[in-house]
Structure formats: C-alpha cells, structure tokens
C-alpha cells in the first residue's frame, strides 16, 4: 500500500480558491491512480478527481471547470477554484494499483490506500 499525508485545507469565502497537496510514499506510488475523494456530514464519500499514472484525468460533473487534478513526481495537488458552500466536507487523498474489474475511476471501492484527510469548509 501507499502512505498519503494531506495538506492544505482549510476555511475560506464562496468564490474564492484553495490547493490540496497530497505526499505519496512507497514503492508503487509513481504507478498508482491518485484520486481526491470528499465526504461531507450525513453523506457518502464521494470521488471528486482522479488522475491516472500517465496524466489521463477524470472529473466529478459538479466539480468539473472548477478543480484540477495534477500530479509531479510523489505529490498529488487539487486545484480548487471558486468555491461554493456545498463543497464544504473533509477531503481525502486516495490511491489505486488500477485494472478495477467494476466501476470506475471515480468508485471509492476501487481505491486501497487513504490519507487521514483535510477539512475544507465554505463560508457563503
């Protein structure tokens, strides 16, 4: 498994922006997919943003135009621009080896490997 450490939350205004960094450590983590998960009170964790060991990135549809996913050598960022109050929740850092046999690149059953998250809370 991989050890993921997230920064980088924290609480700002709706329309404004913050960076999540996610350090990866052992010795699959220049292979794995990395992915930003969220789970806000009372709901499901939910896949935000995936990117594949080769760059290939996949989106959320509430999120998409607003967050990027990229990735440079063991770290994992989220670029999140104009925030709004529902994308308050605890964001977590994730891992997979891939070739899932069902879902997607978005299933949170597809990923081994969680970082202890980040809080990230939008004030309108």
């Known amino acids: 498994q991989v050890q993921l450490v997230e920064s980088g939350g924290g609480s700002v205004q709706a329309g404004g922006s913050l960076r999540l960094s996610c350090a990866a450590s052992g010795p699959t983590s220049m292979r794995e997919y990395m992915a930003w998960f969220r789970q806000a009170p009372g709901k499901e964790r939910e896949g935000i943003a995936t990117?594949?060991?080769?760059?290939n990135d996949y989106y959320l549809d509430s999120v998409l135009g607003r967050f990027t996913i990229a990735r440079d050598d063991n770290r994992v960022y989220l670029q999140m621009n104009n925030l709004k109050p529902e994308d308050t929740a605890m964001y977590y850092c994730?891992?997979?080896?891939?070739?899932?046999?069902?879902?997607?690149?978005?299933?949170?059953?597809?990923?081994?490997?969680w970082g202890q998250g980040t809080q990230v809370t939008i004030s309108s």
């Open positions: 990117i594949s060991p080769g760059g």
């Open positions: 994730a891992a997979s080896p891939g070739n899932w046999r069902l879902g997607g690149p978005l299933d949170v059953d597809n990923f081994n490997s």
